[in-house]
């Protein structure tokens, strides 16, 4: 498998990672826990050794099934990305969401990173973090008590790297003043492109990683979705337009117009977006969600697929052909 550097901490990992957010079930739909340690499992025996998780991704739910499942295994292997700023521990901060009956609020006060630090490693059964993201920014506290906060993590070893997640480039900007980010963590996908702006060139200039969360677009790039595929619950898919039957309509064109480039590679069209996300150069890590061991299997064939400049030249034209204004 390709692998990278995240930004100048000197860690190592493959260029396709495990996300964990849907394992949380909150927003997807619900979860199966036992197909979801398992996915975790086949994940790393096939070779990715990077895992993304979250306290808010089902309230500490996502980061005790990747506790689980690494028990028994050297912790050397494993990189393993959490993150801070969602809280429900405390009122402080600015409402962002509710989620199973707890408001869960944004902030990124010293107290609050501290406290929610301890919890994390007490559920992912671990001593150390090796890179620890500032989930959603917090406009209540200044920039420089959240880095200096995060500075002393990492100076104790309790974290090995910072990182930060959906900032404006301004954001970004001002995190660099007050200490070394490695890694940034924002959406990205072949139909969503906006870093590509900003965000990206300052990560470039300053030898910070960029981690592509949602590499297929929640599940549009992963290949045709049925008409009547029905999203229920508190899935995000059923009110989301971009899953209506006339986008799908127009992603079935997409996906007709590169299947010469799947057929060559004898892949899953999954494999291929993903594929393309780590080639196209703008991010150095793509996340995928796998919530049982084939979705795993899948996301580590990806990892292991090289695109030349002709498949990328393909899938560009189709994609402007067919896609349009989606991009």
């Avoid at 619900?30 to 197909?35: E, I, L, V, Y």
């Avoid at 494993?78 to 600015?94: E, F, S, Y």
């Amino acid at each position: 498998m390709k692998a990278t550097t995240i930004g100048r901490s000197g860690i190592r990992c493959e260029t396709v990672g495990l996300g964990t957010w849907a394992m949380g079930g909150w927003m997807w739909g619900g979860n199966d826990d036992a197909a979801a340690l398992e996915g975790i499992r086949a994940s790393l025996d096939a070779g990715i050794r990077f895992i993304d998780t979250a306290p808010a991704y089902g309230l500490g739910r996502a980061e005790r099934l990747v506790g689980a499942a690494l028990e028994g295994r050297r912790r050397e292997d494993v990189v393993i990305a959490t993150k801070c700023g969602l809280v429900w521990h405390t009122r402080q901060g600015t409402h962002f969401f509710d989620e199973a009956g707890m408001a869960v609020f944004r902030h990124l006060g010293r107290a609050s990173i501290l406290h929610e630090v301890e919890q994390s490693l007490a559920r992912l059964k671990t001593d150390y973090i090796d890179l620890y993201f500032t989930h959603w920014q917090d406009s209540t506290t200044p920039i420089a008590e959240t880095m200096d906060t995060l500075s002393d993590l990492k100076a104790k070893g309790t974290i090995r790297a910072i990182g930060i997640s959906n900032a404006s480039p301004e954001v970004l900007r001002e995190y660099l003043k007050h200490g070394q980010i490695d890694a940034v963590q924002e959406r990205y996908s072949l139909l969503d492109r906006e870093i590509e702006a900003e965000i990206v060139p300052i990560c470039q200039a300053n030898g910070v990683s960029v981690v592509g969360y949602s590499s297929m677009a929640l599940g549009l790039l992963s290949g045709p979705i049925p008409p009547e595929r029905q999203f229920t619950g508190d899935d995000q898919r059923a009110t989301d337009p971009r899953f209506s039957a006339e986008n799908r309509a127009r992603l079935q064109k997409f996906f007709d117009a590169i299947e010469p480039v799947r057929a060559r590679h004898q892949c899953s069209f999954a494999q291929l977006m993903v594929a393309w996300t780590v080639a196209h150069g703008s991010v150095s890590i793509a996340l995928c969600g796998a919530r049982n061991p084939r979705q795993a299997a899948e996301n580590a064939g990806a990892a292991r697929l090289t695109l030349s400049s002709t498949d990328l030249a393909a899938i560009k034209t189709a994609a402007h052909q067919t896609l349009g204004e989606a991009l």
